[in-house]
């Protein structure tokens, strides 16, 4: 069991009766409650929610008129900071702070489902566009509404950003003031080391926009400078606020960073239980002192017990095992070089980064770049493989992608945190549309590894056996794996292989990927126990490419096909091997069942999700037995 606090209602309503240091105050109890809620979800981003927090809470206690003027954060990733400022005021159910990343509670990333939210974000760089269209729209309705939109600095990579400038001043959209929240980090490391910004003041000067600058936490100059801009009357506005990231916990502000430290810890996850209490002591007697110098009493806190998230069973980790498997390649080849788009911890990169610096590129949030730069590369005799999640690599550079594949060049490209899980960061980082989106790019395989070995096998058949592009897409989380592939297994374009193969056999299970596939694989044990029903189970790793004839060596026999995919029924696997298998025209015919997402994924932990969407073992061996009649 573990203990965590949080700061009642009650509480936060006798902060807000205080007239001294009450912004502080509040802003402080908010910490303690966006590290309570992160803490309890097991992961979320404590720096970037602390960084902003100061400025969030001010404007919603000195400045926004709720019901008319309108706030959200375009980065996204702050929003358990917002959550606990909107909770703390009253303006959301105080309860859902026990629910972050939960089904039917808060969701990881903004999402307009949630009171109070005004945008989805987690894309980034979409903001300022957004606040362009609401003003546009006010004017029309003749609303009088202001627009207080927060950026990251990271984000200011994302080419959107510098597009949307230019047609605010043009349209004089006074009524829009951006907040760059300044805290000199993206991710895990350093925007100077990843893309320097450079002299923002004068790049936002010259697109016409009204400029002012402070340090972000202290609130009485973020005050002025906001005084002097809105006395602008014709241009939007936008501060850039220097802040810290993991602003009021000393040792999660990135200035405790030691000078050779490269990564900053606290740019996402959750704290094991030590961090956690050092972090919640400093914030209480951060509180406490100040409610002493004005004679309140300390602050109260009630505390609630949590049991531990039980722990995998000997789990596998594909980034890890794609990590091993990269640098094993480039030892092999000299030509092989790895972009990255500011995720390099999260896509496995660093012992390549370490072990080939001169042939590492870091590219930052700006993946369409990245995307041509790797197709430069390619034209040039270069071997390129370009990595992000797969959310973005799949949708942002799709157009840079296809440009590639008609210069019919080789480029690999690796999307990672692929598919329906993890389900807590939300549906923008829930990537259930890059096999469609990618299925017809000319020339371009695909392909997921189920475990570690076929992560080696696929990236050995990519690097030396494939002509053209490919794209490989991995999921991010560890997963308990209860199969294995035969001793002999290799990969050839179009098959898979069997896992079971029952003598009797009533239908067939096709899956790829840790995460659905074993749910395939308990299915079938369930089917088998508790229906009598019989089925094959088969690991396909191609997802859009098939080979008819091997199709029709793993149906034979089959009144049934079921396909599984971690993705939209529409454009996965299952529309192709439903294609494929109406082509072979088999006698008697058979019926396919295809099993996927037909709706916006659900926010939630893992298990949570994955029974919502049906696609658990229990689920769909519920199923697939009522398509039998059972």
């Not at 991010?476 to 209860?482: A, L, Q």
């Not at 009797?504 to 840790?514: A, E, N, Q």
């Amino acid at each position: 069991m573990t203990d965590l606090y949080f700061v009642p209602a009650e509480e936060f309503r006798r902060i807000l009766s205080l007239r001294d240091y009450k912004t502080e105050l509040f802003s402080n109890c908010c910490r303690i409650n966006t590290l309570y809620a992160i803490k309890r979800a097991g992961s979320g981003h404590i720096g970037s929610s602390f960084s902003s927090l100061d400025i969030v809470a001010w404007l919603f206690l000195n400045k926004l008129r709720l019901g008319q003027d309108v706030y959200f954060s375009s980065k996204g990733h702050d929003v358990p900071g917002f959550y606990a400022v909107a909770t703390g005021l009253g303006i959301l159910d105080f309860e859902l702070i026990h629910r972050l990343r939960r089904l039917h509670g808060l969701p990881g990333h903004p999402d307009v489902l949630t009171p109070q939210i005004a945008t989805n974000t987690g894309s980034l760089g979409m903001g300022i566009s957004k606040a362009k269209g609401m003003v546009h729209a006010n004017r029309l309705l003749g609303n009088d509404s202001k627009i207080y939109v927060l950026t990251g600095d990271g984000e200011l990579q994302e080419g959107q950003f510098w597009e949307s400038l230019p047609s605010a001043v043009n349209h004089h959209l006074h009524e829009i003031t951006v907040i760059v929240d300044h805290n000199k980090l993206q991710s895990d490391t350093w925007v100077s080391k990843v893309s320097d910004l450079g002299d923002l003041e004068s790049k936002f000067a010259a697109y016409g926009w009204a400029v002012g600058r402070c340090q972000g936490h202290d609130l009485a100059a973020f005050a002025r400078v906001l005084t002097e801009l809105e006395a602008i009357g014709d241009r939007p506005k936008i501060i850039i606020a220097d802040t810290i990231k993991g602003k009021g916990v000393s040792f999660m502000e990135h200035t405790a960073m030691e000078p050779d430290q490269k990564l900053y810890r606290f740019h996402s996850g959750a704290p094991d239980d030590s961090t956690y209490t050092r972090a919640l002591q400093e914030l209480i007697e951060q509180v406490n002192r100040l409610l002493e110098q004005i004679g309140a009493q300390p602050l109260h806190l009630e505390r609630v017990n949590i049991e531990p998230n039980p722990s995998l069973n000997d789990p596998q980790r594909l980034i890890t095992a794609y990590s091993q498997a990269l640098v094993k390649q480039g030892q092999k080849h000299p030509n092989l070089v790895v972009l990255d788009a500011d995720l390099v911890l999260d896509c496995g990169l660093i012992p390549f980064s370490e072990k080939f610096p001169e042939r590492f590129f870091e590219c930052g949030i700006a993946e369409q770049d990245m995307i041509s730069q790797a197709g430069g590369m390619a034209l040039k005799g270069l071997l390129p493989i370009a990595h992000s999640f797969a959310c973005f690599l799949s949708t942002r550079p799709n157009e840079q992608i296809y440009n590639n594949a008609t210069e019919k060049t080789k480029i690999i490209y690796v999307g990672s945190l692929a598919g329906l899980l993890p389900g807590g960061p939300g549906h923008s980082h829930q990537s259930v549309r890059d096999i469609s989106a990618l299925g017809a790019v000319p020339g371009l395989i695909m392909l997921e590894p189920s475990c570690e070995q076929e992560v080696d096998l696929a990236l050995d058949y990519y690097i030396n056996k494939a002509s053209g592009s490919c794209y490989l897409r991995l999921v991010s989380i560890p997963c308990e794996i209860p199969y294995q592939l035969p001793p002999d297994y290799s990969l050839e374009s179009g098959k898979g292989v069997m896992l079971t193969n029952p003598a009797k056999t009533d239908g067939v299970i096709f899956g790829y990927g840790p995460i659905l596939l074993p749910q395939a694989y308990y299915a079938a044990k369930i089917l088998q126990q508790d229906h009598n029903l019989h089925l094959r189970v088969v690991n396909l790793p191609w997802l859009n490419c098939l080979d008819p004839h091997w199709l029709q060596s793993m149906i034979e026999g089959c009144s049934w096909i079921f396909t599984l995919d971690n993705h939209y029924l529409i454009g996965g696997q299952g529309d192709r091997i439903a294609s494929v298998s109406a082509e072979l025209g088999l006698s008697p015919f058979v019926k396919v069942k295809k099993f996927g997402l037909t709706s916006i994924p659900q926010c939630g932990q893992n298990h949570e999700v994955l029974k919502y969407h049906r696609l658990d073992a229990e689920s769909l061996a519920a199923d697939i037995a009522n398509l039998y009649q059972i």
